[in-house]
């Protein structure tokens, strides 16, 4: 079982950074690779960014790719997401999740354990 709780999101301006944070429970929280996806109304949920297990390799949407940071914490079983010169687009419910083994994929079928989210609100 793992438990995953997102916090760290806002109402910010655009041109502003803000860092999510996925506090996981459970004892194999060092056996999962970690992934970002977000969500708006009326869209299928698109992924943002992933990270293997132990952090050594990460993937990135080419719409975040530069701006957005993923990194992981196994000690604090907390997967990060450092988001900079946030855009009005990046305007979403940001969704953490989990992958046994695997190095990180793009595809939410591939994830079992999601959190509840939490809104990012960017303003123009």
């Known amino acids: 079982q793992v438990q995953l709780v997102e916090s760290g999101g806002g109402l910010v301006q655009a041109g502003d950074s803000l860092r999510l944070s996925c506090a996981a429970s459970?004892?194999?929280?060092?056996?999962?690779?970690m992934g970002w996806f977000r969500q708006t109304p009326g869209k299928e949920r698109e992924f943002v960014a992933a990270?293997?297990?132990?952090?050594?390799?990460?993937t990135y949407a080419g719409s975040v790719k530069g701006r957005f940071i993923i990194s992981r914490d196994n000690a604090k079983t907390t997967l990060y997401l450092q988001m900079n010169s946030l855009k009005p687009e990046d305007t979403a419910v940001y969704y953490c999740?989990?992958?046994?083994?695997?190095?990180?994929?793009?595809?939410?079928?591939?994830?079992?354990?999601w959190g509840q989210g939490t809104q990012v609100t960017v303003s123009s």
């Open positions: 999740a989990t992958q046994r083994m695997g190095f990180g994929s793009t595809r939410t079928t591939q994830y079992n354990y």
């Open positions: 459970g004892r194999t929280f060092v056996n999962y690779a």
């Open positions: 990270i293997s297990s132990s952090g050594g390799t990460t």
